[in-house]
């Protein structure tokens, strides 16, 4: 390829007014010009460049009555990294036509090799007997050959036959075959995937043709043939253009043979920023049935999908806050008719939009930090939600309308540089279509406030525990108070008691009813944190970090005060972690909540380990990562949550590694999933086996493939699903 570069390069100098030898730079041992004919001979280590591209060769002549080059012995093309070698070239410069001979190019890390090249028009090239692959050693593992191959540069190449060799010995064989050689994305031909399972019989799975319509959208159309069970197409497009849009689109369609039935599927997604800075988000999900996804998806999350969700969302930043319109569709695929009362179908809101400004300072902010005062550490915010929402149960269905409205006022200062106090107030307005007795419009309006404040202490002491020269503790107590009067005004002018609200008003979505009390909230975090020198390198790492918080309402008719919850989290080494968290309940005496999470992950590299052959100089490298979740029952209501998840790779030579991974419930002494791999370094190709086993799905896969192009494979997959 690099040889037909070159010579399209030569091309272009025969368009030129000036003599093609001008424009040139050429050097040699030994040069020899006739002045009579003007001929020019370079000889002995000759070389010819121009630009970026040169050609050295044993000799070079150039004939000026004949306009020829001709280069003997040796020759070597070079652009850049890629290069090229034949016994010989010869390039006619009026007519654009050139030939070389026993040519062998690198490019993009393949090789081909050719008996000849003939170069017809700059537009088309003839090639004898093609070798080509990426295999670098020189006896070579694999190659593919052909008879004759046309090529058009930064189109395509034709060649026929098509003869696949493994260690000289053909394998595979095609009549003719077509390869785009564009730079970038290329339409052309999918490679099928081949094999068999239980549950589908003998398949095809991925026939198909691949769109490149340009850089900036494609299309995939696929089929899969299952001997037992379906006929499947599936569409599949993506776009994007940089800071621009993206997304993607996927259409499936299956006939399933045992029935006769034909299922759907359509996902689309996209995001555009517009010029005016709105951006448009776009999700669509449906199917042609509820249980479609655990069905037919080979991914198990995909099968465990237990809702579909669409919508389309435009925002943008207005007045210096945030506005945003919806519209939503939810589709509940786990609910099945006449299996619970009540149950809900789907949920459809249209419109749904909300304004909101973050806080900001209500009187602004000198430039001078002199002229601060209290009042200018004051700041509003303010947001609004209008909504209209349809839900839809089995036997029933209810409309629901409402517009919201919230402003806050806040403050933040610091006395005495210690304490840090934050005063806040806040007024909430709701108002509705109807109320639970039909009536029109109804409202109300409800306000709130309260306090905060924090602090934070700091020590440091020095230490040589684990390699750390220094610790830092913090400790951060807070505690904040908010109060809401039992009383709110409805949009008739009059005062009600928020016990009331629950008879007369809807609650939907994030619209809640007015509520009162009194709640104060306490909360203690302490932080240590540890300085090491490592390699003249000062690295810091939180050791361990514990949190305690409660809370207090004398509105509640029991239990005042809300258990305390803890969280500790332990970090004694980049390697290891673990979170701790619990609640307790005072007025029981006993944990009522306890979860435990470790998390390991070790790295190394074992120096005993020997490849197959010759010496490495650095080790075999393995890897591990083990999480434990447990979660005990500490009620007896519900048996205790105790897994494992484990991962491990390691590098057993420099061509073979191993990778195994596990999820293990340690309450039901069984596996729910596992699966390991084997992988094998051929030089050019490449071998995998896995094996898998779960309740969902079990089987192998095994496969062998060219690692430059991994669609060239042999492979067998077998499973239960």
């Not at 700059?122 to 004898?128: A, K, M, Q, S, V």
């Not at 191993?658 to 999933?673: G, K, Q, T, V, W």
């Amino acid at each position: 390829m690099l040889t037909i570069f070159f010579i399209l390069l030569l091309g272009q100098l025969s368009t030129s007014d000036t003599d093609p030898m001008d424009s040139m730079a050429y050097g040699a041992d030994s040069l020899v010009f006739n002045i009579t004919d003007e001929n020019l001979t370079l000889i002995g280590s000759a070389s010819l460049e121009h630009r970026q591209m040169s050609i050295d060769a044993d000799t070079i002549r150039y004939s000026s009555l004949d306009e020829t080059v001709r280069a003997e012995g040796n020759v070597e093309l070079r652009d850049g990294r890629d290069s090229a070698t034949e016994a010989a070239l010869i390039y006619h410069i009026p007519t654009a036509t050139a030939r070389t001979f026993s040519t062998t190019s690198l490019y993009d890390g393949a090789q081909y090799s050719s008996e000849t090249v003939t170069m017809l028009s700059r537009n088309e090239f003839n090639l004898t007997n093609v070798v080509f692959t990426s295999c670098e050693k020189d006896t070579f593992d694999y190659y593919f050959w052909a008879e004759v191959m046309k090529v058009y540069p930064d189109d395509k190449a034709v060649a026929k036959p098509i003869v696949l060799y493994v260690q000289d010995t053909p394998v595979f064989w095609l009549p003719y075959a077509v390869f785009p050689i564009r730079r970038g994305r290329s339409s052309g031909f999918t490679i099928p995937t081949i094999g068999s399972s239980s549950r589908d019989g003998r398949y095809i799975r991925k026939i198909g043709y691949y769109f490149g319509f340009s850089d900036y959208i494609d299309l995939l159309v696929s089929s899969d043939l299952m001997e037992k069970t379906r006929f499947q197409v599936t569409m599949t497009e993506r776009h994007s253009l940089r800071y621009v849009l993206n997304g993607r689109s996927r259409v499936q369609w299956r006939r399933q043979f045992e029935n006769s039935r034909d299922r759907w599927l359509v996902e689309s997604s996209h995001t555009q920023e517009l010029p005016d800075g709105t951006m448009v988000r776009l999700t669509g999900n449906f199917v042609s049935d509820r249980s479609y996804l655990s069905e037919t998806q080979q991914n198990p999350q995909d099968r465990m999908e237990g809702q579909l969700r669409s919508w389309l969302s435009l925002s943008r930043g207005i007045a210096g806050g945030s506005a945003q319109a919806n519209i939503k569709y939810t589709q509940y695929l786990d609910a099945l008719p006449d299996t619970i009362e009540y149950e809900m179908l789907s949920e459809f809101t249209a419109p749904d939009v909300k304004y909101s400004r973050p806080s900001s300072p209500l009187f602004g902010t000198p430039s001078n930090p002199a002229d601060q005062r209290i009042w200018h550490s004051l700041y509003w915010n303010i947001s609004s939600h209008y909504l209209t929402e349809k839900t839809e149960w089995e036997d029933s269905s209810l409309y629901n309308a409402g517009v919201k409205l919230s402003s806050g006022l806040s403050g933040s200062n610091r006395i005495g540089g210690i304490l840090a106090v934050s005063p806040w107030v806040k007024l909430t307005g709701t108002m509705y279509d109807r109320d639970l007795q039909g009536n029109r419009m109804p409202g109300w309006v409800h306000n709130s406030t309260g306090v905060s404040i924090s602090t934070d202490i700091y020590g440091m002491f020095s230490t040589g525990i684990a390699g750390y020269s220094v610790f830092r503790h913090t400790v951060s107590p807070s505690i904040s108070t908010s109060w809401a009067p039992d009383r709110y005004y409805s949009t008739d002018g009059s005062l009600h008691n928020d016990d009331d609200a629950d008879s007369i008003y809807y609650r939907f979505s994030d619209f809640s009813l007015p509520s009162s009390g009194t709640v104060v909230s306490f909360s203690l975090l302490n932080v240590l944190e540890g300085k090491r020198l490592q390699r003249g390198t000062i690295t810091r790492n939180t050791v361990a970090e514990l949190s305690l918080s409660s809370s207090w309402s004398p509105d509640r008719e029991t239990e005042e005060f809300s258990p305390v919850s803890a969280s500790l989290n332990l970090t004694p080494a980049r390697w290891i972690s673990s979170r701790t968290n619990a609640s307790y309940n005072g007025y029981t005496g006993k944990i009522v909540d306890l979860s435990f999470t470790t998390s390991v992950q070790l790295t190394g590299n074992d120096p005993t380990m020997q490849p197959d052959s010759g010496f490495v100089l650095t080790p075999l490298s393995w890897r591990l990562n083990l999480s434990h979740s447990w979660d005990p029952s500490l009620l007896g209501e519900e048996q205790s949550l105790n897994k494992l998840r484990l991962s491990a790779n390691i590098n057993l030579t420099t061509r073979w590694s191993l990778n195994y991974r596990a999820y293990y419930d340690m309450a039901e002494s069984d596996f729910i999933s596992q699966d390991y791999s084997i992988m094998r370094d051929l030089d050019s190709w490449e071998a995998i086996f896995t094996r898998h086993v779960s309740d969902i799905d079990t089987g192998f896969y095994f496969r062998i493939n060219i690692k430059a192009f991994p669609d060239i494979k042999v492979e067998q997959h077998t499973s239960s699903f």
